[in-house]
Nanobody
Framework: QVQLAESGGGLVQAGGSLRLSCAASGLAVSSYRMGWFRQAPGKEREFVAT????????VYADSVKGRFTMSRDNAKNTVYLQMNSLKPEDTAVYYC????????????WGQGTQVTVSS
């Protein structure tokens, strides 16, 4: 049974930092494309970042490029999202997701962790 467990969310002032973690069980993060998404109140879920492959190739949404960094620790089977220079518009529930490279969609999702940035 696959589980993705996010942690690290919280309340932070604008300009601050948080690091989100996504601990996986039932799959190897090194063998999946892993992603972070977020959903703000009243808005659709949006892509934030993804990481894949043995070279840990990362892709970021324009809105977070230069501020957020996604990484992976294969030994801990965990992916991270380091968020710096946070803005109030980054406030959202952040979700971790996993995509089997053999399929086109995101196969597994975590429950999400709330990030709130105050101005």
């Amino acid at each position: 049974q696959v589980q993705l467990a996010e942690s690290g969310g919280g309340l932070v002032q604008a300009g601050g930092s948080l690091r989100l973690s996504c601990a996986a069980s039932g799959l190897a993060v090194s063998s999946y494309r892993m992603g972070w998404f977020r959903q703000a109140p009243g808005k659709e879920r949006e892509f934030v970042a993804t990481i894949r492959g043995s070279l840990s190739i990362t892709v970021y949404a324009d809105s977070v490029k230069g501020r957020f960094t996604m990484s992976r620790d294969n030994a801990k089977n965990t992916v991270y999202l380091q968020m710096n220079s946070l803005k109030p518009e980054d406030t959202a529930v952040y979700y971790c997701a996993a995509n089997s490279l053999a399929s086109t969609g995101w196969n597994y999702w975590g429950q999400g962790t709330q990030v709130t940035v105050s101005s």
